[in-house]
């Protein structure tokens, strides 16, 4: 593996709880180091986490406009490799753009960012560098997500027919995002989080899911975004049909107002032979359903798993894996790509794959497509673009 890749970050201080998942995430498997970062605008919290984390205080910096020209302005083999973006989504074109420009690879936070054009603008400076791009579409890490992707591709369930995913959560139910809750409130406010509240914050996770296990492509949605709490500046509340490519169907719903649930991602995809089932909160099961045979359960570590999925798993069959290692997978991947060697290759030979431009794109035309959509009378609009 040789030496840890060093890692700033924009964002992720004190009490920021995707921050401190990335730090973990990144830091599981030896290949990062976390070097630099600029934490926040507040300037105590910004120097209390870089001492919590044990960095120079030198490479604490007060945004992240001095943390790219410093590092850039540093020797190569002290410099940081990458920047990891985790801050309110109005932050995430100007600092990657930034950073990508100046020669550093990039994972960024979802959504990509405010809107197809800059997301459009980000993909052009990760293409003009030469650098790498990665999202934190973290399910993807799962390694039974990756087993249910193989096995749709493979043609196990025949023709996909239908595909349904939803993301229930409840956080939100009540206005705590008036009363001074900083992560709702950001995500509520149109001017930090976007043309989508619900929508852009896990509605993409769902969209971005579902096209990935599924390996079709969206045509067309109908979507209906509802605002369930007074006063609220951004949905809380999404339900899309889909219309995919070969004429598969599929129903999209995501909430964050639905009270009791916790973090209710649930994908599954029906063939005409059979289907799947896979849930984030059991997430080393995999369930698999026939039309002329009994329904099979698959376990992470278990018999009968493909050799790219295998790769993807820390741990014997029994020994839990979660979130933090299906982010970790992710990092992972991000790293050796960056390094170029062949252990970003697993045991089949094939490449380690991570979300990147493409992800970011497609969901962000799903999200303005969705916003034009549910404000339109116009029962199907088509997701234009690649």
């Known amino acids: 593996m040789g030496q840890p890749l060093r890692l700033g970050m924009v964002g992720g201080g004190e009490g920021a709880f995707i921050g401190a998942v990335h730090r973990m995430a990144a830091a599981l498997d030896g290949d990062w180091a976390m070097t630099a970062g600029a934490f926040s605008t507040d300037a105590g919290r910004n120097a209390r986490t870089g001492e919590q984390l044990g960095l120079d205080p030198r490479r604490v910096y007060a945004s992240f406009e001095e ?3 410093r590092e850039r302005g540093l020797p190569a083999g002290e410099r940081i490799d990458a920047i990891a ?11 990657a753009i930034a950073a990508l420009d100046a020669g550093f690879h990039v994972l960024c936070e979802k959504p990509m960012a ?5 997301a459009e603008t980000i993909a052009g400076s990760a293409e003009a560098s030469g650098k790498r791009f990665a999202l934190a579409f973290t399910y993807c890490g799962y390694p039974l997500v990756e087993e249910a992707r193989l096995r749709v591709a ?3 369930f025949g023709a996909i027919r239908l595909v349904q995913v939803e993301y229930l959560q409840g956080w939100l139910s009540r206005p705590i995002d008036a009363g001074g809750n900083k992560q709702a409130e950001w995500r509520t406010d149109p001017a930090r989080a976007g043309l989508g509240g619900c929508l852009g914050d896990i509605g993409t996770h769902a969209f971005q ?3 990935h296990v599924s390996g079709l492509r969206t045509d067309a949605i109908c979507a209906d975004l509802t605002t369930h709490v007074p006063r609220r500046r951004l949905d809380d509340d999404v339900s899309a049909l889909l219309r995919f490519d ?3 169907r599929g129903v999209l719903k995501t909430t964050q107002v639905a009270a009791g649930e916790e973090n209710g991602l649930k994908l599954r995809i029906h063939g005409e032979l059979g289907g799947l089932e896979w849930a984030q909160m059991e997430p080393n099961t995999l369930a698999l359903r026939w039309l002329d045979r009994p329904t099979e359960i698959v376990r992470a570590g278990g018999p009968g798993l493909d050799e790219r999925t295998l790769a993807l798993i820390r741990t014997p069959a029994g020994h839990p894996e979660g979130y933090i290692e299906a982010f970790a997978n992710l990092y992972r991947a991000f790293a050796q790509a960056i390094r170029g060697d062949r252990t970003s290759e697993d045991r089949s030979g094939a490449s380690r794959w991570f979300p990147g431009l493409a992800d970011g794109l497609r969901t962000m035309r799903f999200v303005e497509t969705a916003v034009a959509n549910a404000a339109s009378d116009q029962k199907w609009t088509r997701i234009d673009g690649g």
């Open 67 to 69: 943390l790219i020209a």
């Open 85 to 95: 973006i985790v801050t309110p989504n109005h932050l995430h074109a100007p600092v």
């Open 114 to 118: 405010m809107s197809v054009a800059e």
């Open 154 to 156: 493979r043609g196990d």
């Open 209 to 211: 899911l579902a096209e």
């Open 246 to 248: 070969g004429g598969a």
